[in-house]
């Protein structure tokens, strides 16, 4: 079955038992965890179930749609600039963000909710009496969905609880889990190394124990869509660069590389909604429309430009690309036109841009899906069936380029760099109205010293995965966000000077939300450098 038709089952409703004769009685069309967790559709349907948290990222349907993870790696950075109405992310981007926060309670506590999805899956899951390795699968898909998890509570949240098993109310207060970071101070760049993180060893325990569930190492046919064994690499990869084991990083990046992924020609194609779970896409949520069963994407909605009169809806444009962003372009580079719109210039199916809103000066193109574009959309409640890639093809060969240049290859570094830069080659401008001259970027050198190599691929993730949520975290996990955005020419720091207020001691993660530490008894600690 399809990926994309997994996730048209029906929804789980899980129901706590109670001591109460009267509350024991069963509800009339409920299903409880006694009756449930009986047979192989069971099974399906909670892994179903746990999948469904991806869908929900960036808030789509019944989570609500402020949360959105995919932002955070935006306006943590100055890629980005929110809409007016979110002052939240407006506090998140400058670092003064409080652990009273309702955005950061939602993004905290989405995280659990998914969690409990996943443990109660690989909790229930192998008493059912079922194919094996079906059962296997399924399992090695539960262990990926709580170790990704785990993973995103461990580079945002640091220290919170690790919970790695369905809970009842007496074990709720939970305390931190543990986390210990060192600088090396012989280096300047790329010296921010995660010694200990519970969240993260956790994550890679499942990440690993997914890998000996007989999944596929690439999935196709009937299987595209759900968990592989790349997709779990990717991942086990991020943690092994968080903790600067690099060679083990290294044999991972070059599994995947063997298994027949490739860079798709024009650039633009991996936005528009039309080239699903194509060759480059490793690792993509899944959405379909019209079928009235909350599966739907919003993010067309949320991400194009407000007031444009683009897309169904009109466009909401909650982050904007900032003239920082733009400036990090090389001239003629295609992937700024196929990112962002620019007042006056670009324009989507002959409708120039005009920034009606006054925000930045610029809009996103990516994920801007027109009405009769050929994707499905629902032109009553706005939402599509675009697919949303988090790990694409590319990103693998700069994480392997980074990889290189720490083990001292920089020629090697420079092969992979050149490699994504050469797509720009067969990347036409997507305007019809001012068709401005795009062209191929020139190959970097290959002899670069290692910090000049370190840039040049800082550079090339910036462009290249500009507005897709990476380059905040990226800064972060480098230990360069205070060099970076400390930097009075940092196009917000000239607005507003001072507008950045990022402390690396503090602002690398997020605080604990305080209704959580209050509930908690105390028993849960703030992170360091916030109010309790």
């Not at 899951?125 to 509570?153: C, H, Q, S, V």
């Not at 610029?362 to 988090?390: E, F, H, M, P």
């Amino acid at each position: 079955m399809v990926m994309k038709r997994i996730i048209l089952l029906a929804s789980i409703l899980f129901c706590a038992s109670s001591c109460s004769d009267l509350l024991d009685l069963q509800p009339y069309g409920a299903v409880s965890t006694e009756s449930f967790y009986k047979t192989a559709e069971d099974a399906e349907k909670a892994v179903t179930a746990a999948y469904k948290s991806f869908q929900l990222l960036d808030g789509q349907n019944a989570w609500n749609t402020r949360a959105g993870y995919t932002p955070m790696g935006d306006i943590t950075c100055a890629d980005a600039q929110a809409h007016p109405d979110l002052v939240c992310y407006y506090q998140i981007q400058q670092s003064i963000v409080r652990s009273n926060s309702e955005q950061i309670l939602m993004l905290y506590q989405r995280c659990y909710k998914a969690l409990r999805l996943a443990n109660i899956g690989l909790e229930k899951i192998p008493a059912i009496e079922m194919d094996e390795t079906l059962k296997n699968r399924y399992m090695g898909e539960l262990y990926f969905i709580r170790g990704f998890w785990l993973f995103r509570l461990g580079y945002m949240f640091g220290t919170a609880p690790l919970v790695t098993k369905t809970l009842d109310l007496s074990e709720l207060n939970i305390p931190n889990s543990v986390r210990e970071i060192e600088k090396d101070a012989s280096k300047s760049v790329n010296n921010y190394k995660i010694v200990k993180s519970d969240l993260f060893d956790q994550a890679e325990k499942d990440f690993k124990q997914a890998l000996q569930s007989g999944l596929a190492d690439k999935n196709s046919g009937e299987l595209m869509g759900r968990i592989d064994n790349a997709t779990v690499k990717a991942y086990l990869v991020q943690i092994y660069l968080y903790e600067h084991r690099w060679e083990e990083a290294k044999t991972e990046l070059e599994d995947i590389m063997s298994y027949g992924y490739e860079l798709l020609p024009n650039y633009a194609d991996l936005f528009c909604g039309l080239y699903d779970n194509n060759a480059e896409s490793i690792f993509e949520i899944q959405f379909t429309a019209l079928n009235q069963k909350e599966t739907d994407s919003f993010g067309t909605v949320l991400n194009a430009p407000n007031g444009e009169g683009y897309v169904a809806g009109g466009g909401w444009g909650w982050t904007r690309p900032t003239p920082d962003l733009e400036r990090e372009y090389e001239e003629g580079d295609p992937r700024l036109v196929c990112t962002m719109f620019r007042t006056g210039i670009d324009d989507f199916y002959g409708q120039v841009f005009e920034d009606k809103v006054n925000g930045t000066g610029l809009g996103t193109r990516k994920w801007c899906i027109s009405n009769d574009g050929g994707v499905t959309v629902d032109q009553v409640s706005w939402y599509n069936s675009c697919n949303y890639a988090l790990i694409r093809y590319a990103e693998v060969l700069l994480w392997y380029a980074e990889v290189m240049n720490e083990l001292g290859y920089q020629a090697t570094a420079a092969k992979y760099v050149n490699k994504v830069r050469a797509r720009t080659a067969t990347t036409p401008n997507p305007n019809t109205v001012n068709v401005t001259e795009v062209r191929e970027m020139p190959p970097i050198p290959s002899d670069l010293s290692y910090e000049d190599m370190f840039w040049a691929i800082v550079h090339e993730r910036r462009v290249e995965l500009a507005m897709e949520g990476k380059f905040g975290w990226d800064l972060r996990r480098w230990g360069i966000t205070e060099q970076v955005l400390l930097d009075p020419n940092r196009w917000q720091n000239e607005v507003t000077p001072g507008y950045f207020k990022y402390d690396e001691d503090k602002d690398v993660i997020f605080p604990i939300p305080l209704l959580e530490i209050e509930r908690s008894g105390d028993v849960l600690k703030q992170n360091y450098g916030y109010e309790q």
